[in-house]
């Protein structure tokens, strides 16, 4: 991998991780069209780099990361359904995801949803939890719900949980918001778990890795913080009916290179 592939990928990865579109989806599209689905090494890169994306969380929100131990709880409680189904049905889920065409057609189903939420939900952006402190556990708890929905690749946590959040009545805001901090225990401990697999059952990292892998999580963080500043800002003022378009293009997209024989491979 070069480090112009490397910083292509990152940018990919910060971009779609924290928005309503599938990063899966997306990081099949971008690596097939570079030719390296196939290396062994991006498929290490494409988990390792989101550590940048989880840092991103945690700097630019750090005040809430300190504000009150009952925070850590409320994502504790959120993390639990996402970790009891990821280990029971670890193998399901790992079969799923060597599937490109679930990850087209969760794409597209997803972006029909999305099509409708402000509908279904209401198009002003008002709610009544008007902020991450008035979050209670219940809430928590069925936003965890809807997260393990996510592990159907193309999804998108973010959608998922986003959404579980509007149904708990939290605001657009709030909503994206506590996306972004559940993400942190759960891409920590997902991403964490996949480098141990794949460290364990390969030649791990060499010394020309180090470099695309530093340079690689620079900048998912860099532009994941940007992603979410313009994310909620667009959100609570647009809602979410041009990310159920542009899922249902990019979930078309590979569909039509699929029928064409494009081998596309999720890394």
């Not at 630019?60 to 994502?75: A, D, E, P």
């Not at 060597?98 to 969760?106: D, G, L, P």
């Not at 972004?180 to 997902?190: D, E, Q």
């Not at 991403?191 to 690689?216: E, N, R, V, W």
């Amino acid at each position: 991998m070069t480090i112009i592939e490397a910083v292509v990928l990152a940018i990919v990865e910060g971009i779609t991780e924290f928005l309503p579109v599938s990063s899966t989806g997306h990081m099949i599209i971008a690596s097939s069209l570079m030719g390296i689905s196939h290396d062994e090494f991006t498929k290490s890169f494409t988990v390792a780099i989101q550590f940048g994306a989880i840092l991103s969380v945690v700097v630019l929100y750090w005040k809430r990361f300190f504000k009150s131990i009952n925070f850590y709880f409320k994502l504790f409680v959120g993390f639990i359904p996402a970790a009891i189904l990821g280990f029971l049905l670890g193998d399901y889920i790992d079969a799923m995801l060597e599937n490109v065409t679930v990850v087209a057609i969760a794409l597209i189903a997803g972006g029909v949803v999305l099509l409708f939420v402000d509908r279904l939900f209401g198009a002003d952006i008002t709610g009544d939890v008007s902020t991450t402190e008035k979050i209670g556990y219940k809430n928590a708890f069925v936003i965890g719900v809807f997260q393990c929905i996510a592990m159907i690749p193309g999804v998108s946590r973010s959608a998922a949980t986003i959404i579980g959040g509007l149904t708990q009545k939290l605001t657009r805001k709030v909503a994206a918001e506590f996306s972004f901090f559940l993400a942190v225990p759960t891409m920590f401990a997902a991403t964490g778990y996949k480098l141990y697999t794949l460290y364990s059952d390969g030649p791990g990292f060499t010394s020309d890795d180090y470099m695309p892998l530093i340079i690689g999580n620079v900048v998912a963080f860099i532009i994941a913080i940007f992603a979410m500043r313009s994310f909620v800002n667009y959100l609570t003022k647009h809602g979410f009916k041009i990310f159920g378009y542009y899922r249902i293009i990019v979930g078309t997209i590979i569909l039509v290179l699929l029928a064409l024989g494009v081998d596309l491979q999720i890394v």
